[in-house]
Each structure stands twice: as structure tokens, then as C-alpha cells.
């Protein structure tokens, strides 16, 4: 009788661990993906700023990954200052975003769908418009 209280006890205390286990991977690969979708945001931001800071006839270029690490497709879209990610994470959807130093800037939207390769994005500063395509 003793031994299956102990192993009644055991199993459920191995059974909250896995519970606990699982909810913080989640928890984990959610942070991840925002991550790397903020990082997307920062790097076209960065783009649009360099281009911008040198001026007429310049282009810089990001290059936007065709997935995050969730391995859904995203959204990025680039509008005033805005460089905007929204993206699937969990059960829900996320909006990742970064500024750039100006806001006079064509705006853009881009889908990125896993499998094609990601986007090279072309940023050109035509008479102080950034204009981004890709």
C-alpha cells in the first residue's frame, strides 16, 4: 500500500513538472520569435536612417528573412517612421516595431511566406522620399 501512495505521489509531482516544463518552452520560443521579428523591424529602421543620413541618391539595404523562428509567415510593413512586424506567436497576433529618423517615406507592404528565399529590400533616397522595394 505504501508503494503505490509513493508512486501515486511521484507520478503527479511528474506530471506538474511536465506542465511547468511545457508552458515555459512556450513561453520561451514566443520570446524568440519576438526577437527576431523586433529584429527585422530594427534592421529596416536602420536602413531607412542610413539612407536618409546620406543623403540624396543614396541606397542601403536590409535583407527581411522569408519566416520567423515560429516558422509562420509575417507581415512587414513600412509607413512614416514606422517599421512594422505583425506576425502569429502563441494564440495570438504580435506587432514588433522600430522608428526611423524621419518620417518621409513611401510606404510599403511586404508578406514574407516561408520557403522563398526571404527579400532583399532596396532603400532609396529620392530627393529626401525613402523609398523602400523589394
Known amino acids: ?15 506538474f513538472l511536465f506542465g511547468l516544463y511545457a508552458q515555459r518552452t512556450d513561453t520561451t520560443r514566443i520570446f524568440i520569435t519576438g526577437t527576431a521579428a ?32 515560429n ?13 512594422v512586424v505583425v506576425y502569429p506567436a502563441g494564440q495570438g497576433i504580435r506587432i514588433a516595431s522600430a522608428a526611423a529618423i524621419t518620417s518621409n517615406v513611401t510606404s510599403a507592404s ?12 532596396n532603400i532609396t533616397n529620392v530627393n529626401g522620399t525613402m523609398v523602400v522595394a523589394g
Open 110 to 121: 511586404f508578406t514574407l511566406v516561408p520557403g522563398t528565399g526571404g527579400r532583399a529590400l
Open 1 to 15: 500500500m505504501d508503494f503505490v501512495v509513493i508512486a501515486s505521489v511521484a507520478l503527479l509531482f511528474a506530471i
Open 71 to 83: 516558422g509562420e509567415p509575417f507581415n512587414l510593413t513600412v509607413r512614416g517612421r514606422q517599421a
Open 38 to 69: 523586433q529584429r527585422v523591424a530594427d534592421d529596416v529602421a536602420r536602413g531607412i536612417t542610413r539612407a536618409w543620413l546620406a543623403g540624396n541618391g543614396s541606397v542601403a539595404h536590409a535583407w527581411v528573412p522569408d519566416s520567423l523562428p
